[in-house]
Each structure stands twice: as C-alpha cells, then as structure tokens.
C-alpha cells in the first residue's frame, strides 16, 4: 500500500490552508532587550532573596572587620580615607565579582543555561539581569560599611551621596567580570577559585593604601576596575575634592563595565550553544 502524502490529502490541513486562503501563523517576534532584562532581574532577584540576610551580613561583616583591625595602624589622612573607600568598594566586589562567579560556573555546570537557551530572550538581558540582581543585594552593606568606616576614622559624611554613582558603575565592571570568569571556567570548582582570587586581588590591591605598595604591585592596582571607583569614593573626602578627577574615575569604570559585560554576553553565547 502506497503512503499518500499529506499536502494532497483533500481533507487535510494544507489543503484546508489553501481552501481558505490562509498563510500559517508567524512565529511570535523575539523579545525585546529592556523587558527581557527587567523579567531576568525581577526573576533573579525573587530567587536570591532567601539568602539576603546571610549575604548581607557575611559582605558587611568581613568589610567592617579589615577597617577595625586597619584603625590600629592607620590614624588617618590619605591613608584612612583609602581603608574606608576600599572596605566599601570591597562589599561589591565579593557579591558582584565573587558570588556571580560561583552563580555561573554552577549554572553552567548543572545545564541551568540550557534553560535560558530556550527562553527568547537576549543573551545581554541574561547577563545583565543575574548581574543586576546580585548588584543590588549591595547597596545595604555598602552604605552601612561606609558610614561606620567614616565615624571609626572621623572622616566627614558630606559626599556619601557618591556612593549612588559609585556602587552601580564599580558593580557592573565588576559583576561583568565575575560572570565572564564563571562562563569560561571549564568546571565550577575553577569558576569558585577565580572568583575567590578577583576578590582577594580587590581586597589586597583596594583596601591597603597605596603609597607603601611596591611599584609592580600599584601596576597590577591600576589593571583593577574596582581600584577606580576606590579612588572616586576617596577623593571625596577631602575639602574640597577635585570633581574632574572623580568623574574621570566613575569614566573608567563605566567604560571597563561596557567591555567587561560584553564579554560576559559573549561568553555567554559561547557556552550557550555548547
């Protein structure tokens, strides 16, 4: 018996197509980036937030322990304002750079990016929704930190408000390297690894002040995105801070977010189709 193909079947649902005229439906279009990110962010933030409380307290702790311990070497001046800008930078290093890391390398490791491979949505909005997600559970801890910083070391509060331009260009150059680091790691254990050295590198190249750091060592702090936005937070501490400094600061950090989040959005894909 001969199989019949089903176009010419006369009741069949081609033929019922071209009966009536009708096209087949189109495919709904592909979302578009800003709601695809605000539904990844609203998303990642609903799940992170069972472990809020222990983030922000672990964050917040370890900061508020370097600038205690630091207050018996340090009197103040420059010096102070360093430990106090870099135990603030330093809560959004170890959510932004550490923890994303370890996010990612598990996602990828358990086949969590084969799940958003089939959502469509962009990759940028993946990337850029985790890391907004985790960035945000910093802000807390970054304000607490720098507000104890500066009565434990008597620096004035006047120009905290920096810290709303601070905490957002410093946490995307270091969230964006944090989720690269965690998409390229062939195994989590790496992803956990590097995300532990990129914090420790931001606590030893960030919180120490930089003058009695060796010559090659201030070479590998400029390389740092967070060492920039340390540097705008500390220069706002003096009478009257040179602006055009601070801005060009918060410049290189906005910059080295862009690169630092596009290659998190390549590697993303990268590791997507694999």
Same mark, same amino acid.
């Given at each position: 018996?001969?199989?019949?193909?089903?176009?010419?079947?006369?009741?069949?649902?081609?033929?019922?197509?071209?009966?009536?005229?009708?096209?087949?439906?189109?495919?709904?279009?592909?979302?578009?980036?800003?709601?695809?990110?605000?539904? %990844? *962010?609203?998303?990642?933030?609903?799940?992170?937030?069972?472990?809020?409380?222990?983030?922000?307290?672990?964050?917040?702790?370890?900061?508020?322990?370097?600038?205690?311990?630091?207050?018996?070497?340090?009197?103040?001046?420059?010096?102070?304002?360093? %430990?106090?800008?870099?135990?603030?930078?330093?809560?959004?290093?170890?959510?932004?750079?550490?923890?994303?890391?370890?996010?990612?390398?598990?996602?990828?490791?358990?086949?969590?990016?084969?799940?958003?491979?089939?959502?469509?949505?962009?990759?940028?909005?993946?990337?850029?929704?985790?890391?907004?997600?985790?960035?945000?559970?910093?802000?807390?801890?970054?304000?607490?930190?720098?507000?104890?910083?500066?009565?434990?070391?008597?620096?004035?509060?006047?120009?905290?408000?920096?810290?709303?331009?601070?905490?957002?260009?410093?946490?995307?150059?270091?969230?964006?390297?944090?989720?690269?680091?965690?998409?390229?790691?062939?195994?989590?254990?790496?992803?956990?690894?590097?995300?532990?050295?990129?914090?420790?590198?931001?606590?030893?190249?960030?919180?120490?002040?930089?003058?009695?750091?060796?010559?090659?060592?201030?070479?590998?702090?400029?390389?740092?995105?967070?060492? *920039?936005?340390?540097?705008?937070?500390?220069?706002?501490?003096?009478?009257?801070?040179?602006?055009?400094?601070?801005?060009?600061?918060?410049?290189?950090?906005?910059?080295?977010?862009?690169?630092?989040?596009?290659?998190?959005?390549?590697?993303?894909?990268?590791?997507?189709?694999?």
């Amino acid at each position: 018996m001969s199989v019949v193909p089903a176009e010419i079947v006369p009741g069949g649902a081609l033929a019922a197509e071209e009966r009536s005229g009708r096209a087949p439906a189109a495919l709904a279009p592909r979302a578009r980036l800003w709601p695809s990110l605000g539904a %990844v *962010y609203r998303a990642q933030l609903s799940r992170a937030r069972v472990a809020r409380i222990p983030l922000l307290f672990v964050a917040t702790f370890q900061s508020i322990g370097i600038m205690i311990l630091m207050r018996g070497v340090v009197d103040g001046g420059d010096e102070a304002r360093a %430990v106090v800008a870099g135990s603030s930078v330093l809560v959004v290093a170890f959510v932004a750079l550490n923890l994303l890391a370890q996010y990612f390398g598990q996602l990828r490791s358990g086949g969590g990016l084969d799940h958003y491979a089939t959502l469509p949505v962009p990759p940028a909005a993946v990337v850029l929704g985790a890391a907004g997600a985790y960035a945000s559970f910093t802000v807390p801890g970054t304000i607490v930190t720098a507000v104890f910083g500066c009565v434990l070391f008597g620096l004035p509060l006047t120009h905290l408000w920096i810290l709303a331009a601070v905490i957002p260009l410093a946490g995307a150059a270091l969230a964006g390297l944090g989720a690269a680091l965690g998409l390229l790691a062939p195994r989590p254990e790496l992803a956990t690894l590097l995300g532990q050295l990129g914090m420790s590198a931001a606590l030893l190249l960030g919180v120490l002040p930089a003058d009695r750091m060796p010559a090659v060592v201030q070479l590998a702090r400029d390389l740092l995105p967070s060492t *920039y936005g340390v540097e705008a937070f500390a220069r706002t501490f003096g009478n009257r801070p040179d602006w055009a400094f601070v801005l060009g600061d918060l410049a290189v950090c906005a910059g080295v977010g862009v690169v630092s989040l596009a290659v998190a959005t390549w590697a993303y894909r990268r590791a997507a189709v694999r």
